[in-house]
């Protein structure tokens, strides 16, 4: 990394707004495509590195995609490769989804693009159908009782009783506290 | 004032959703459809559906979308700017103590517990979506007004996705095709 700052700068910017704008398909993606360019292009950072920055953007809330050119940006540059990437990352969306949002009530009047977007939603609903159906089977191979009842609880509360999902998931982000501190008291 | 609440608003989404891709779903449609009526189930969906053809997280999408709606471009960018901002704050610590002391058991144990949590949160959106598709909004759920047209488009689209194993969005647009076709021929 020999390159002034300045320059680096400007080259973290453009690979994220690069990454960004032509990634579809989500987080995992473009985690991967940020693997391949940083890692095995760039080379300034390290294979084994990469693989607890992707558990770190993971971790974090947020979209994947942003927290991923964070931690990237944060660990080339400190903070400002950090707002950097961020700002790379998030402006391509930003931009179409302004000028999709411009032309969305026209488009929506249309008799044609009006009905491709209504069978869309049953589209949309078999996707959402099967990324859940993948999701629950992780769950389930488990095999940890806990786990199971998290789920049915969680169900229950935001599909039955309409519990606000802010309060699910601080619920069970505290009793996942209380296990991790459960195990670690009972493991040593 | 409705630009402190959007900030608020999608602060909390992007605050609060865990696991990336689909897990802003519930997020997205507890603050802006359930609690402050900002966009329709209708809206909702094609909302998802745009963002599953743009790139991008869906959560800036919907900030975006939704901020122009409400409040124009300062909506936006205010909308925005409170989505990404928690992960701004959080992904930067969360590396700088990874960078310093390369150990987070704490973390991932709190999300061992949540990923069950969040898959049934998705899975409950994805209910509140196709009650939408099958029945329109807000009409009561009875046999007799069922939309069967896209009752079969959805049940082809978990073939095509399960089976044929066709991409999401080939699929979504083949949906569209399918319903457009009903409609002309005389649905």
New interface residues.
């Given amino acids: 990394m020999k390159e002034k700052n300045g320059a680096l700068l400007w080259k973290l910017f453009f690979s994220t707004f690069y990454l ?5 398909g ?3 993606v473009i985690i991967t495509l940020m693997k391949k360019k940083f890692v095995d292009g760039y080379h300034w950072i390290e294979e084994e590195e990469m693989l ?2 992707t ?13 991923g050119s ?2 990237v940006g ?2 080339l540059l400190g ?1 400002r490769g ?2 950097v990437a ?1 700002l790379g990352t ?1 402006l ?3 931009l ?3 000028l ?3 032309f ?1 009530s026209a488009f ?1 009047e249309n008799y ?1 693009i009006g ?19 993948d ?2 089977a992780g ?1 389930v191979k488990e095999k940890n009782p ?3 009842a ?6 229950g509360a ?2 039955l009783l309409e519990v ?3 309060l ?3 619920a ?2 505290l ?3 209380a ?3 459960w ?1 670690r008291r009972t493991r040593v | 004032m409705i630009y402190l609440q959007m900030f608020f608003s999608f602060f909390q989404i992007g605050l609060f959703s865990f696991g990336g891709g689909y897990a802003a779903l519930p997020l997205i449609q507890g603050q802006i459809v359930d609690l402050h009526g900002w966009l329709g189930m209708e809206e909702f969906t094609d909302l998802i559906t745009i963002s599953q053809m743009t790139p991008g997280p869906i959560a800036i999408n919907a900030a975006t979308f939704v901020g122009t709606k409400v409040g124009g471009v300062l909506g936006s960018v205010v909308a925005t700017m409170g989505c990404v901002l928690p992960s701004c704050i959080l992904a930067t610590l969360l590396a700088k103590l990874y960078l310093k002391y390369r150990k987070m058991d704490l973390l991932q144990g709190v999300l061992h517990s949540l990923r069950p949590a969040v898959v049934a949160l998705i899975a409950s959106a994805g209910i509140s979506i196709l009650l939408t598709a099958f029945w329109g909004t807000g009409a009561a759920v009875a046999l007799e007004r069922t939309h069967w047209a896209m009752v079969g488009i959805f049940a082809v689209c978990v073939f095509l996705l399960r089976k044929a194993r066709l991409s999401p969005i080939l699929v979504m647009v083949l949906a569209g095709v399918l319903k457009l076709g009903i409609s002309l021929l005389g649905g």
């Fill in positions: 960004s704008a032509f990634t579809f989500g987080g995992y607890d920055l558990a770190i953007a993971q971790s974090a809330p947020g979209p994947i995609a942003v927290n964070i931690v944060y660990k903070l950090a707002l961020v998030v391509p969306p930003f179409i989804i302004s999709v949002s411009v969305y929506r044609v009905q491709l977007l209504e069978g869309m939603q049953a589209g949309v609903g078999a996707v959402i159908a099967s990324v859940v159906y999701m629950a769950v806990a786990s199971l998290i789920m049915a609880a969680a169900f935001a599909c606000n999902v802010v699910v998931i601080l069970c982000g009793l996942g506290v296990r991790t501190l195990n």
